[in-house]
């Protein structure tokens, strides 16, 4: 079983829809969660950090789930700029080793 | 805003040759990276440094080394190259610590034949 796993896609969503999609960790002692967002052809750029009690940033909100092991992102009202792959990061040791899930692909159509 | 920079978007090289990727960073970040990152496997450690000089083994370090002599440079070398080293490649710094955000540089994709 992957550490960090997430369903690849491609999610296919109209633009205006509310998206979400999951991340399982295995391993229950992470501390540090991130989602990353990468363009085609592009380096990964943060999105956000996900804490806790849950955080937002505009349309975007960030859910972390302790007891089943997972984090979420939800993005409202969608738009064609979000389409892209959206990457789950996990770091379970407080170190440099960051664990990277292999990404959920969105496309927003029109 | 951090910058990032990798010397190549593109490179073609042949089986065993010698190969030098180059990143520069000019954010005075601690900590760089080099991944590599292929279709369906995500982002993979190949190594980090944390500090001048000190590197640390990532997930997959094996056919790769790498040299960090100033705060800002980090260089991946390929020994000998070879087609399964094919891949995009990514440098990343973060600040000290392990939860800081990682900025990237626009990535080099190397192919081997």
């Known amino acids: 079983r992957k550490e960090v796993e997430q369903d690849p896609g491609p999610f296919n969503v109209p633009e205006g829809a509310t998206v979400a999609f999951n991340c399982t960790y295995s391993n229950s002692a992470s501390q540090s969660f991130f989602w990353y967002r990468q363009d085609c052809r592009k380096e990964p750029k943060l999105l956000m950090s996900?804490?806790?009690?849950?955080n937002e940033d505009g349309r975007f909100t960030a859910q972390l789930n302790r007891a089943s092991q997972y984090i979420s992102l939800l993005i409202r009202d969608s738009k064609l700029s979000d389409s892209a792959t959206y990457l789950c990061?996990?770091?379970?040791?407080?170190?440099?080793?960051?664990?990277w899930g292999a990404g959920t692909k969105l496309i927003i159509k029109p | 805003d951090v910058k990032v920079t990798q010397s190549s978007r593109y490179l073609v090289k042949r089986t065993g040759e010698k190969v030098f990727l180059e990143c520069v960073q000019d954010?005075?970040?601690?900590?760089m990276f080099w991944y590599r990152q292929d279709p369906g496997l995500g982002l993979r450690l190949i190594y980090f440094?944390?500090?001048?000089?000190?590197?640390e083994k990532g997930d997959i370090p094996e056919g790769y080394s790498v040299s960090r002599e100033k705060k800002e440079r980090f260089s991946l070398i390929l020994e000998s190259a070879s087609t399964n080293q094919t891949s995009m490649y990514l440098c990343a710094s973060s600040l000290t610590g392990g939860n800081s955000p990682l900025h990237f540089g626009n990535g080099t994709r190397l192919t081997v034949t």
């Open positions: 990061v996990v770091n379970h040791h407080s170190n440099y080793q960051l664990i």
């Open positions: 440094s944390y500090d001048v000089k000190m590197k």
């Open positions: 954010m005075d970040h601690e900590n």
């Open positions: 996900v804490y806790s009690s849950g």
